[in-house]
């Protein structure tokens, strides 16, 4: 529910987002965003305000990448971002290839579940179409965005990108390989135009660093302390 009956315009937009990367989504990757049940206004009787309600399915289990910070003060091993951050962009792919920017990529917003690596990006209130302008910051982030946002230029899916690449190396800290580290930097242009706009081509290009890291992929069980 919106907090502020000025907020509903943002309630709005994730509504939106939700209803149009379900229809014209890749069925097999919905599960990596929040199923929309349904959207209405809600009158508060002692006062007449009235707020909108977004009504979502919830999921048992999930943790934010802030609590995966704080479980790895030191910064996480990078063959465990590994799986968070191709999770990730599976749900950028998604949302992009639906003609829907996330807008706010921050770890607060990115969920996983630790022990089947299940992975959900909430909070889709300041979601735009690509070109579109991010309609706010969230508060205490403003330095976590590219240019674009706070300068209220069109975005695009290399808005987004870059957002979650910060996430990952801020995740990973000093542990970062040099080799991950150039390939976020390279998603973090300054311009919009120089960053990948491609969240899948992106994966494939992850997955070829990551091979040369540390050869085929196998599953590392990943457990968080409650």
Not at 213 to 223: I, Q, S, V
Request: net charge neutral; with cysteine; hydrophobic share 40%.
């Amino acid at each position: 529910m919106a907090r502020h009956p000025g907020d509903n315009d943002l309630m709005a937009r994730e509504a939106r987002a939700l209803r149009r990367i379900a229809e014209r989504g890749d069925a097999k990757h919905l599960a990596y965003v929040p199923r929309l049940v349904d959207s209405y206004p809600a009158r508060d009787p002692s006062t007449g305000v009235q707020r909108q309600v977004n009504e979502l399915v919830t999921v048992p289990g999930l943790r934010s990448l802030d609590d995966v910070r704080r479980a790895y003060p030191d910064g996480l091993d990078p063959r465990d971002a590994a799986w968070m951050w191709r999770r990730l962009l599976v749900a950028l792919g998604l949302a992009h290839r639906a003609g829907v920017v996330h807008g706010a990529v921050l770890p607060r917003h990115v969920l996983i579940e630790p022990d089947a690596h299940g992975l959900v990006l909430v909070d889709w209130c300041f979601s735009a179409e690509p070109g579109g302008l991010v309609p706010a910051l969230v508060p205490g982030h403003e330095d976590w965005y590219p240019p674009e946002v706070a300068a209220k230029r069109q975005c695009g899916p290399g808005t987004d990108i870059a957002l979650a690449a910060r996430c990952m190396t801020w995740l990973m800290g000093d542990r970062a390989p040099r080799e991950l580290r150039a390939f976020a930097d390279g998603c973090q242009g300054t311009a919009l135009a120089t960053r990948p706009d491609d969240a899948w081509r992106l994966l494939r290009e992850l997955d070829e660093v990551l091979h040369r890291l540390y050869g085929p992929r196998t599953f590392r069980p990943f457990t968080l302390n409650p």
